[in-house]
């Protein structure tokens, strides 16, 4: 990783970010894209909308490519996940083992028997697995592309066959020898990424603010990323109690200037590590 910042300057190099003028544009369009990429079909949806699930697709997908580590056929075994997920009570068997399942259904991994030791089997990322990858990195590279854009990092995405998979190794070695980003804002991501459809709340009440449009609905926020109407109500409960959401003098849920800041101050965090790993070849 020769050249790659200290892992220790990652607020540093978010608080970098959030200071340059055309931040507020960046954070306009991440918003923007992360909202598209929620609205994806509901067993889709299930794997993006909780920290932990997403966290076990993320070591997947890094065990499938650090070929380098693990050989040429990966290292994306059910014993290794598991010693990845339990080590630091990341995620719990349960939730493994869920979330394995969910990747199946939704065709986005199959199994292949190990050809030395039959007893164990590899998961294989499907194409339509990386065809969700390029969803989910595109609404990254946008952002970033909005703060540096001579690095391109949109066209790299298109155009370069190895970034995706550069990008999974670095970022999954990173992940897993230092403090994964989120455990830096542990309050926030308890709320937007431990509660299911928390996410998609926040996402739709900023976005409304941003594009100057009137609050969203409870019904608008379930029917568009596949929620009830009474876990959307809930939500909304919770996040005043939390001060994440207020009530204007029309009776609308809007967001508080705490959701904001820290809202942005996480983008911030995301952006920069996905920075730092997407590099050219």
């Not at 909005?146 to 992940?175: I, M, N, T, W, Y």
């Given at each position: 990783m020769e050249g790659r910042p200290a892992t220790g300057d990652l607020l540093g190099e978010a608080a970098a970010l959030r200071a340059l003028p055309v931040f507020e544009q960046a954070v306009h369009e991440y918003t923007r894209g992360l909202a598209r990429f929620r609205e994806a079909p509901r067993l889709i949806n299930k794997l993006t909308s909780h920290e932990a699930r997403f966290r076990v697709v993320g070591y997947l997908l890094y065990l499938h490519v650090d070929h380098e580590r693990f050989g040429p056929e990966g290292g994306a075994t059910y014993a290794r996940l598991l010693e990845l997920c339990t080590r630091r009570q990341e995620v719990g068997p349960r939730v493994l083992k869920t979330t394995l399942t969910l990747l199946k259904l939704t065709r986005f991994i199959v199994t292949q028997r190990n050809p030395v030791d039959r007893r164990s089997v590899y998961y294989r990322p499907t194409h339509r697995m990386y065809g969700f990858i390029h969803q989910w990195?595109?609404?990254?590279?946008?952002?970033?592309?909005?703060?540096?854009?001579?690095?391109?990092?949109?066209?790299?995405?298109?155009?370069?066959?190895?970034?995706?998979?550069?990008?999974?190794?670095?970022?999954?070695?990173?992940?897993?020898?230092?403090?994964?980003?989120?455990?830096?804002?542990?309050?926030?991501?308890?709320?937007?990424?431990?509660?299911?459809?928390?996410?998609?709340?926040?996402?739709a009440l900023i976005l409304a603010v941003h594009e100057g449009a009137p609050p969203p609905s409870r019904q608008g926020v379930a029917r568009r990323f596949g929620l009830s109407k009474t876990q959307v109500s809930n939500l909304m409960v919770e996040g005043q109690g939390l001060g994440f959401f207020a009530v204007d003098d029309a009776g609308a849920l809007v967001p508080t200037a705490r959701l904001n800041e820290d809202f942005r101050r996480w983008i911030s965090i995301e952006l920069a590590f996905y920075a730092r790993h997407m590099r050219p070849a």
């Open positions: 990195l595109a609404y990254a590279v946008n952002a970033l592309d909005a703060l540096q854009p001579e690095l391109r990092r949109a066209q790299q995405l298109k155009d370069d066959q190895g970034f995706v998979d550069r990008f999974l190794v670095s970022g999954g070695r990173d992940h897993i020898e230092h403090e994964p980003p989120a455990d830096h804002m542990p309050e926030f991501i308890a709320f937007f990424g431990g509660r299911e459809g928390a996410g998609a709340l926040i996402i």
